[in-house]
Nanobody
Framework: QVDLVESGGGLVHAGGSLRLSCVAS????????MGWFRQAPGKEREFVAD????????YYADSVKGRFTISRDKAKNTVYLQMNSLKPEDTAVYYC??????????WGQGTQVTVSS
């Protein structure tokens, strides 16, 4: 069992920044992929970014490339999402997830990010 707890969401003006954190517990991670997803009201959940736990390789959705940065701290079992130049369309509930096989099968409870114009 993996437990994921997100934090760092909030209300920010357009152009501002936030850093989300996701603390993972319940197992020792090696080759898993940690990801961030988001879901805006009335829309489906969408991929934002992910990072390979061992090698640190990253991948981003085109909509956030150049503005968001995903990173991980192995010692703290924590994944971060640094979000800069935020836009109103970034408003959503952001979820942390873990993929240990072909799918993301562990999810956090989410943290709300609201960007005002």
């Amino acid at each position: 069992q993996v437990d994921l707890v997100e934090s760092g969401g909030g209300l920010v003006h357009a152009g501002g920044s936030l850093r989300l954190s996701c603390v993972a517990s319940g197992r020792t991670f090696s080759s898993e992929t940690m990801g961030w997803f988001r879901q805006a009201p009335g829309k489906e959940r969408e991929f934002v970014a992910d990072i390979n736990w061992s090698g640190g390789h990253t991948y981003y959705a085109d909509s956030v490339k150049g503005r968001f940065t995903i990173s991980r701290d192995k010692a703290k079992n924590t994944v971060y999402l640094q979000m800069n130049s935020l836009k109103p369309e970034d408003t959503a509930v952001y979820y942390c997830a873990v993929r240990s096989g072909m799918t993301f099968n562990y999810w956090g409870q989410g943290t709300q990010v609201t960007v005002s114009s």
